[in-house]
């Protein structure tokens, strides 16, 4: 079956660390990645995506790549803010019509000043 | 609206009770899906609408789960003779379509239900 695993949280750093969290899929087709990040109080929002091997996603300074030779695409961001806190979820959906988005269970980012 | 919504934010009721939880997708969106967000078991799937098409019932994960979409719009889901296991943050979110699956999906803020 479709799964995605990522790193327990909650991952701790001050203001200006570097950020990696890891995470990898198993898929029966070829899918498309997903990073979506929830924010205290509000609503799941998409982070970034890569539809096929070798692309990155970015955006507000995150990246991943999607790396089919390691099923993996691990988030990552040079200099983590304060404002940055939040749990960020792995998904991916086959990219075969209509195909439900499988998540991983999240990752809770708590940065400090 | 600007967003997806989803009424009410919080509901508290006690087992054995049936609770209706509403979602109001992005006007003009066709598709719409309902997941449920347990503490520690991540974001699972439950049902999709597409259009006027039969919808994908394939995660509902027991008879006692139904939803439904009228006029193509809102959509409730219903929990009849709710366990405590069916506390969770139920997530709505609606694309503009989806069979294509190239069109990102807008998540609501989610309804908490807690059950006594």
């Known amino acids: 079956g479709n799964s995605v695993t990522q790193m327990e949280g909650p991952v701790t750093l001050s203001e200006e660390a570097f950020l990696t969290i890891n995470c990898t899929y198993t898929a029966t087709g070829y899918p498309s990645l997903f990073w979506y990040v929830q924010y205290p109080g509000e609503g799941l929002q998409l982070l970034l995506k890569?539809?096929?091997?070798?692309d990155k996603g970015s955006n507000k300074g995150f990246e991943a790549t999607y790396r089919k030779e390691t099923t993996s695409f691990h988030l990552e961001k040079g200099s983590v803010q304060v404002s940055d806190s939040a749990v960020y979820f792995c998904a991916l959906k086959l990219n075969t019509g209509f195909q439900k988005l499988v998540f991983g269970t999240g990752t809770r980012l708590l940065v400090s000043p | 609206g600007a967003g997806v919504s989803q009424s009410p934010s919080n509901k508290v009721t006690e087992k054995g009770k049936d609770v209706e939880l509403r979602c109001d997708p992005i006007s003009g969106h066709t598709a719409l899906y309902w997941y449920r967000q347990s503490l520690g078991q991540g974001l699972e799937f439950l049902i999709y609408f597409q259009g006027n098409s039969a919808p994908d019932k394939s995660g509902l994960p027991s008879d006692r789960f139904s939803a439904e979409r009228t006029g193509g719009s809102v959509s409730t889901l219903t929990i009849q003779r709710t366990q405590q296991e069916d506390s969770a943050v139920y997530l709505c979110?609606?694309?503009?379509?989806?069979?294509?699956?190239?069109?990102?999906?807008?998540f609501g803020p989610g309804t908490r239900l807690t059950v006594l």
């Open positions: 979110a609606s694309s503009l379509e989806g069979t294509s699956g190239r069109y990102e999906q807008f």
């Open positions: 890569a539809t096929k091997a070798d």
